[in-house]
């Protein structure tokens, strides 16, 4: 019987030594787990220089002049990190209520939640969030395989309680929130409210907060755009409210009605060819690009920054309010000058449309020759078709998405079914703008709009395109005149008809331009030639003073185009870029000093480390003197000559104003100096209008230039180019922020020249007063 006892204990003994072994064991393994975690055996680990400066991937951010994003450069990570003093008090307790409840009590792992978890799984609670961060700086997602994943836990305990010991709770907080895809290229929390809300973080609501964080369980899942869970999305958003009243974050009154509102989304998608001054961004783009290949702009271990992922800030000249007004001015008057020029080129009214001017052999020639520039001619070659079969796949129907303007004027794109060459044909047919906008005096562009829809219109027509300026070359003929030759506005020459021979400056036939309307008959004052851009006298003075001082001007004024040196370039031949036109007119505003157009101010690092600072170049090349008589002499277009119309109620009762002439009446009567511009043909408008602190530039016109108006009344600068203008500074002086002048331009202290034609009395007569605006209505307008 005591053998049996004393068997017994021995046994029972036994096992009580094997529960102390293999748990004392177990718990050594868990210890050794996590020791061979953090010594990097189960895998490589971030060391604490990684930790301070986490590798993840940061956008560009394009910053305007006032101080609004302008949009990102990103490859997959569209992420601009916020400080924590940037996120609301609501949005932080949101997460915690839901996310920690008890994240200011531990240091990275919570005890509680975790036991929690391990006796009653599925109950939620054990992963914290240092954890949830360490995550998403380890791997994102975790994998399905279990050892995989435990493996993944440990590494993430790990980093957890590092993470906890070199950083706030606040920066843990702040780098969740920064790191984490809310998705539709939401990466991070600045990203997710201005693409889900158009909102700044600091300004998200109480709700809104609440949406964003119910998105931590799952961003695909619970993400309301694409709307696949409706219900879903909102019912999570109230769990949250729920967490939060629970938590005593907010009152059960607020938690209830704010749980019967709806989502209110503003979605706002960021894309590169979507949002605001798209055009700018392309050219921004191709400027970073020259800009980080130059060995001078290295980081400090000698490798190339990369835009898409360096974090970097680039400060640009852009105003966000002119940029918006610009593209308001063009996305109002394209629609209605393209619904006239469709009208106009109807196929019973224009059997070649929307070609004028060519035959069928030219218009094959043409297309044939857009065919080989294309993109999809580039992808069939690229997949080894050949010549034969490319051309035939143009004439074969297929599916495509065209772009359209709607009747009330919105952009908007149709699926249809149609021949590749008819789209082409289709796709000529539209009319296109550039504008830009410029402060003479710093050089800093205000606005960029070089389209009217970069996603199927992605040619610049501020600085890759180049076009015939036409009347707008002429205040540089004058300009020329006035310096060399010390002319007064008020001075006349014959309107009689002049021929400039062979040879003489190096044309090889006789040039004897025509004026419009045949008015050969009397003499005409500079500022009324000007004003109703009479092209007998630009001739005269081209005669007077040569092509090669007027092109020396134009070249010393910024325009790098080709200026042949021929007495041709007075009427406007020389083909000129927006950007090159508004910077040399912007010398006339700025008493004659030229200061090269400035998009870009500054460069720094994601440390706010300045990499580039621009440096202004200016020269001087006109005389105040001469700059501000070329300037009179352009007033008198604006006060009585093609921007007439800018003033005042204008012959309001032509049908042409109820069609196309965007936004008027201006009433701009403050002082404004100005030059339109037509081509021949109409293929051409110009408008360059000025104030003492603003030069604006606007051309509209077709791809091809056979693509134009049939007449002058609708195909004039004046009705192509002038309402984008009138609209964009209607808009600017409106907005009483932007302090847009509405002075009269500088006048130079010993101005000898005479600019007050009522009073200059010269020897061979009167000066004559100008016209009245109704003298700039073509014939055919007249009843």
Same mark, same amino acid.
């Given at each position: 019987?005591?053998?049996?006892?004393?068997?017994?204990?021995?046994?029972?003994?036994?096992?009580?030594?094997?529960?102390?072994?293999?748990?004392?064991?177990?718990?050594?393994?868990?210890?050794?787990?996590?020791?061979?975690?953090?010594?990097?055996?189960?895998?490589?680990?971030?060391?604490?220089?990684?930790?301070?400066?986490?590798?993840?991937?940061?956008?560009?951010?394009?910053?305007?002049?006032?101080?609004?994003?302008?949009?990102?450069?990103?490859?997959?990570?569209?992420?601009?990190?916020?400080?924590?003093?940037?996120?609301?008090?609501?949005?932080?307790?949101?997460?915690?209520?839901?996310?920690?409840?008890?994240?200011?009590?531990?240091?990275?792992?919570?005890?509680?939640?975790?036991?929690?978890?391990?006796?009653?799984?599925?109950?939620?609670?054990?992963?914290?969030?240092?954890?949830?961060?360490?995550?998403?700086?380890?791997?994102?997602?975790?994998?399905?395989?279990?050892?995989?994943?435990?493996?993944?836990?440990?590494?993430?305990?790990?980093?957890?309680?590092?993470?906890?010991?070199?950083?706030?709770?606040?920066?843990?907080?702040?780098?969740?929130?920064?790191?984490?895809?809310?998705?539709?290229?939401?990466?991070?929390?600045?990203?997710?409210?201005?693409?889900?809300?158009?909102?700044?973080?600091?300004?998200?609501?109480?709700?809104?907060?609440?949406?964003?964080?119910?998105?931590?369980?799952?961003?695909?899942?619970?993400?309301?755009?694409?709307?696949?869970?409706?219900?879903?999305?909102?019912?999570?958003?109230?769990?949250?409210?729920?967490?939060? +009243?629970?938590?005593?974050?907010?009152?059960?009154?607020? %938690?209830?009605?704010?749980? @019967?509102? $709806?989502? &209110?989304? *503003?979605? #706002?998608?960021?894309?590169?060819?979507t949002g605001t001054a798209t055009y700018f961004r392309e050219y921004?783009?191709?400027?970073?690009?020259?800009?980080?290949?130059?060995?001078?702009?290295?980081?400090?271990?000698?490798?190339?920054?990369?835009?898409?992922?360096?974090?970097?800030?680039?400060?640009?000249?852009?105003?966000?309010?002119?940029?918006?007004?610009?593209?308001?001015?063009?996305?109002?008057?394209?629609?209605?000058?393209?619904?006239?020029?469709?009208?106009?080129?109807?196929?019973?009214?224009?059997?070649?449309?929307?070609?004028l001017d060519l035959d069928n052999d030219e218009i094959d020639k043409?297309?044939?020759?857009?065919?080989?520039?294309?993109?999809?001619?580039?992808?069939?070659?690229?997949?080894?078709?050949?010549?034969? +079969?490319?051309?035939?796949?143009?004439?074969?129907?297929? %599916?495509?998405?065209?772009? @359209?303007? $709607?009747? &009330?004027? *919105?952009? #908007?794109?149709?699926?249809?079914?149609?021949?590749?060459?008819?789209?082409?044909?289709?796709?000529?047919?539209?009319?296109?703008?550039?504008?830009?906008?410029?402060?003479?005096?710093?050089?800093?562009?205000?606005?960029?709009?070089?389209?009217?829809?970069?996603?199927?219109?992605?040619?610049?027509?501020?600085?890759?395109?180049?076009?015939?300026?036409?009347?707008?070359?002429?205040?540089?003929?004058?300009?020329?005149?006035?310096?060399?030759?010390?002319?007064?506005?008020?001075?006349?020459?014959?309107?009689?008809?002049?021929?400039?021979?062979?040879?003489?400056?190096?044309?090889?036939?006789?040039?004897?331009?025509?004026?419009?309307?045949?008015?050969?008959?009397?003499?005409?004052?500079?500022?009324?030639?000007?004003?109703?851009?009479?092209?007998?006298?630009?001739?005269?003075?081209?005669?007077?003073?040569?092509?090669?001082?007027?092109?020396?001007?134009?070249?010393?004024?910024?325009?790098?185009?080709?200026?042949?040196?021929?007495?041709?370039?007075?009427?406007?031949?020389?083909?000129?870029?927006?950007?090159?036109?508004?910077?040399?007119?912007?010398?006339?505003?700025?008493?004659?000093?030229?200061?090269?157009?400035?998009?870009?101010?500054?460069?720094?690092?994601?440390?706010?480390?300045?990499?580039?600072?621009?440096?202004?170049?200016?020269?001087?090349?006109?005389?105040?003197?001469?700059?501000?008589?070329?300037?009179?002499?352009?007033?008198?277009?604006?006060?009585?000559?093609?921007?007439?119309?800018?003033?005042?109620?204008?012959?309001?009762?032509?049908?042409?104003?109820?069609?196309?002439?965007?936004?008027?009446?201006?009433?701009?009567?403050?002082?404004?100096?100005?030059?339109?511009?037509?081509?021949?043909?109409?293929?051409?408008?110009?408008?360059?209008?000025?104030?003492?602190?603003?030069?604006?530039?606007?051309?509209?016109?077709?791809?091809?230039?056979?693509?134009?108006?049939?007449?002058?009344?609708?195909?004039?600068?004046?009705?192509?180019?002038?309402?984008?203008?009138?609209?964009?500074?209607?808009?600017?002086?409106?907005?009483?922020?932007?302090?847009?002048?509405?002075?009269?331009?500088?006048?130079?202290?010993?101005?000898?020249?005479?600019?007050?034609?009522?009073?200059?009395?010269?020897?061979?007569?009167?000066?004559?007063?100008?016209?009245?605006?109704?003298?700039?209505?073509?014939?055919?307008?007249?009843?």
């Amino acid at each position: 019987m005591a053998k049996a006892k004393k068997a017994e204990v021995v046994g029972f003994e036994k096992y009580i030594r094997w529960f102390w072994i293999l748990f004392l064991g177990g718990i050594l393994s868990i210890v050794l787990f996590f020791l061979l975690a953090s010594w990097g055996a189960l895998g490589k680990l971030p060391d604490h220089t990684q930790l301070e400066n986490p590798k993840t991937n940061l956008a560009t951010e394009i910053i305007s002049s006032d101080g609004k994003t302008l949009a990102k450069f990103y490859f997959n990570d569209n992420r601009t990190p916020v400080p924590f003093n940037e996120l609301p008090s609501h949005l932080v307790e949101a997460l915690i209520a839901t996310e920690d409840a008890r994240y200011y009590e531990h240091s990275g792992i919570d005890g509680r939640g975790t036991l929690r978890a391990i006796l009653k799984p599925g109950s939620g609670g054990a992963s914290t969030i240092s954890q949830q961060l360490a995550k998403q700086l380890l791997h994102g997602e975790g994998s399905t395989n279990i050892f995989t994943r435990i493996i993944q836990k440990a590494k993430e305990w790990v980093i957890a309680i590092r993470l906890e010991r070199q950083y706030t709770k606040e920066e843990i907080i702040a780098q969740y929130f920064n790191i984490y895809d809310f998705g539709n290229n939401g990466d991070g929390i600045r990203s997710a409210s201005n693409i889900y809300f158009n909102k700044e973080p600091k300004d998200l609501s109480i709700k809104e907060s609440a949406m964003l964080v119910g998105m931590f369980k799952n961003s695909s899942f619970y993400n309301p755009i694409p709307s696949r869970n409706p219900v879903g999305v909102k019912n999570r958003r109230n769990v949250v409210l729920y967490q939060m +009243e629970n938590y005593g974050f907010i009152s059960k009154e607020v %938690k209830d009605s704010l749980q @019967k509102t $709806e989502l &209110d989304l *503003r979605f #706002s998608p960021q894309t590169h060819r979507t949002g605001t001054a798209t055009y700018f961004r392309e050219y921004l783009r191709a400027f970073m690009k020259d800009w980080m290949n130059d060995p001078k702009n290295r980081k400090p271990d000698g490798s190339k920054y990369d835009i898409n992922s360096d974090g970097l800030k680039i400060y640009t000249t852009i105003d966000s309010r002119m940029q918006k007004y610009a593209e308001l001015a063009v996305a109002r008057h394209m629609p209605r000058l393209q619904a006239e020029f469709f009208v106009q080129n109807t196929p019973e009214r224009n059997k070649t449309t929307p070609f004028l001017d060519l035959d069928n052999d030219e218009i094959d020639k043409l297309l044939k020759t857009a065919m080989r520039r294309g993109e999809r001619w580039r992808l069939l070659k690229k997949a080894g078709k050949s010549v034969k +079969e490319i051309e035939a796949s143009f004439y074969e129907p297929t %599916k495509m998405t065209v772009f @359209k303007w $709607e009747k &009330d004027g *919105r952009p #908007s794109e149709v699926d249809t079914i149609m021949k590749p060459i008819d789209s082409m044909r289709y796709y000529k047919s539209f009319l296109h703008p550039g504008m830009m906008s410029m402060d003479p005096q710093t050089g800093h562009v205000k606005a960029w709009v070089g389209g009217m829809n970069y996603r199927h219109f992605q040619y610049d027509h501020v600085k890759q395109g180049k076009r015939q300026v036409g009347s707008t070359f002429k205040p540089f003929v004058y300009a020329t005149a006035i310096n060399q030759l010390h002319m007064s506005p008020c001075d006349k020459l014959p309107l009689a008809p002049i021929t400039i021979e062979a040879n003489k400056y190096g044309n090889p036939e006789p040039w004897t331009p025509t004026n419009d309307g045949g008015d050969y008959d009397g003499e005409v004052t500079l500022k009324k030639a000007l004003a109703n851009s009479v092209n007998t006298i630009t001739a005269r003075l081209m005669d007077k003073v040569g092509p090669q001082p007027v092109a020396e001007l134009a070249k010393n004024l910024g325009i790098t185009s080709d200026i042949p040196l021929v007495p041709s370039i007075a009427l406007g031949t020389p083909d000129i870029s927006v950007y090159e036109m508004v910077g040399a007119y912007s010398a006339f505003a700025n008493q004659g000093v030229y200061t090269k157009p400035v998009m870009i101010t500054t460069i720094v690092d994601k440390n706010d480390t300045v990499l580039y600072q621009f440096v202004p170049e200016t020269k001087d090349v006109l005389s105040e003197e001469s700059a501000y008589v070329t300037v009179k002499l352009m007033q008198g277009v604006v006060e009585s000559g093609s921007g007439g119309r800018l003033r005042g109620k204008w012959r309001a009762n032509l049908p042409m104003y109820k069609e196309i002439i965007t936004g008027y009446p201006y009433e701009l009567n403050n002082p404004i100096a100005g030059k339109t511009g037509t081509t021949q043909n109409q293929s051409d408008g110009w408008f360059m209008g000025m104030v003492p602190n603003l030069v604006t530039g606007v051309w509209v016109g077709a791809e091809d230039r056979a693509v134009h108006f049939k007449g002058i009344a609708y195909g004039q600068g004046a009705s192509m180019a002038l309402p984008i203008w009138g609209m964009y500074m209607k808009s600017c002086y409106e907005d009483e922020t932007l302090e847009v002048s509405k002075a009269d331009f500088i006048k130079p202290k010993d101005l000898s020249i005479e600019v007050d034609c009522e009073n200059y009395n010269p020897d061979e007569g009167d000066g004559e007063e100008g016209v009245s605006p109704e003298d700039d209505i073509p014939d055919e307008l007249e009843f």
